[in-house]
């Protein structure tokens, strides 16, 4: 049994660094409600300035074998939670197919926080609107697996958006399985600096293309826009078995753009969230088409 000593502000909490996946759950499942896991640490970091409390434990989950590997396989890839974005973005740079993800790991903050953020920690961060890995993985038809002391459990990335702010404590996300294909990909983010901003808006796009250039299949996500990421499931129907055009998608994107109500927040006003939204699936839509 490990025990946790709560504390105002952690400054005197325990800090547990697990070396296995069953040390950790036990930890977690131990700590109950005031213990969480520890990944890399970029957003525990700055809940003082959220003005967000610290929790009483923390299980640190980054030196664990399995939750940092990256597998490669012929029909989808696996990838541990606790990779960090830039072990991501250099393991997939060879995929053209995944170039959504190799584009919001490998771009997302800047080099010091990349080497640190997980991308466990990026998806169960449920209330970071603009994590860039968050849109890549639901057009990419990601998998989550959810670990306890009770076993795994495999869900869409979608069901676990709905659940990750209620997830029990002793449960840990613990893998990302990703299907493969020969889809083009391509991520467009916005930030109003060049370095180190959180992006306006995201826009992720998987698009299945023909050798005419038509579109067989589209999943396009939208991030940041809205306080949880998701699909933009009438802008993937109106662009079916229509030539892809940058400047049509962008042109049908506008027409359909009324459908978000932005978020507010101190970076950005909600309309103009919205309002770039064309601009991004223009930009997304041309680097997919390699243009
Ligand atoms: C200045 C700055 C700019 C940034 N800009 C961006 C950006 O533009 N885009 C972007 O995507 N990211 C950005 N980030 C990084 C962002 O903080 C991380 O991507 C991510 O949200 C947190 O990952 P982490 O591994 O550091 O998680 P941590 O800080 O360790 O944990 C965050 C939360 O997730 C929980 N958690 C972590 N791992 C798991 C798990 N495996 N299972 C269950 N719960 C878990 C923790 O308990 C905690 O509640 C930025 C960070 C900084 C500091």
Redesign the pocket.
């Known amino acids: 049994m490990t025990t946790c000593t709560p504390a105002q502000g952690n400054a005197t909490g325990t800090f547990h660094i697990a070396s296995s996946l069953a040390a950790a759950l036990d930890a977690l499942n131990d700590y109950g409600p005031e213990g969480?896991?520890?990944?890399?640490?970029?957003?525990?970091m700055?809940a003082p300035i959220r003005h967000q409390p610290l929790k009483g434990c923390y299980v640190a989950?980054g030196k664990i074998p399995e939750l940092t590997e990256i597998r490669i396989g012929p029909d989808a890839i696996e990838i541990g939670?606790a990779v960090t974005h830039a072990a991501l973005a250099s393991a997939l740079a060879d995929l053209p197919e995944f170039a959504v993800l190799t584009a919001a790991a490998g771009r997302?903050?800047n080099p010091a926080?990349r080497a640190?953020?997980?991308i466990?920690?990026?998806l169960?961060?449920s209330d970071?609107s603009?994590?860039?890995?968050v849109p890549a993985l639901l057009c990419l038809d990601a998998q989550i697996e959810v670990s306890s002391r009770s076993g795994h459990e495999r869900m869409s990335l979608e069901a676990f958006l709905t659940q990750r702010s209620a997830?029990a404590p002793g449960r840990?996300?613990t893998k990302i399985v990703v299907p493969r294909s020969r889809h083009k990909t391509a991520h467009a983010r916005l930030t109003l600096r060049k370095a180190?901003d959180?992006?306006v808006a995201i826009v992720s796009l998987s698009l299945d293309v023909d050798a005419t250039n038509h579109v067989r299949a589209a999943r396009i996500a939208i991030g940041s826009v809205e306080t949880v990421a998701r699909r933009w499931e009438r802008l993937e129907t109106a662009l079916l078995d229509r030539l892809l055009d940058p400047s049509r998608a962008a042109d049908m994107a506008a027409d359909l753009a009324d459908e978000f109500a932005g978020r507010d927040s101190v970076e950005a006003p909600p309309w103009y969230r919205v309002s770039v939204l064309p601009g991004l699936v223009r930009r997304a839509t041309a680097t997919a088409l390699g243009a």
């Open positions: 969480a896991a520890f990944a890399g640490g970029t957003w525990i700055r989950i939670a997302s903050a926080v640190m953020a997980t466990g920690g990026n169960a961060t970071f603009a994590a860039d890995c997830l840990l996300l180190g959180y992006p």
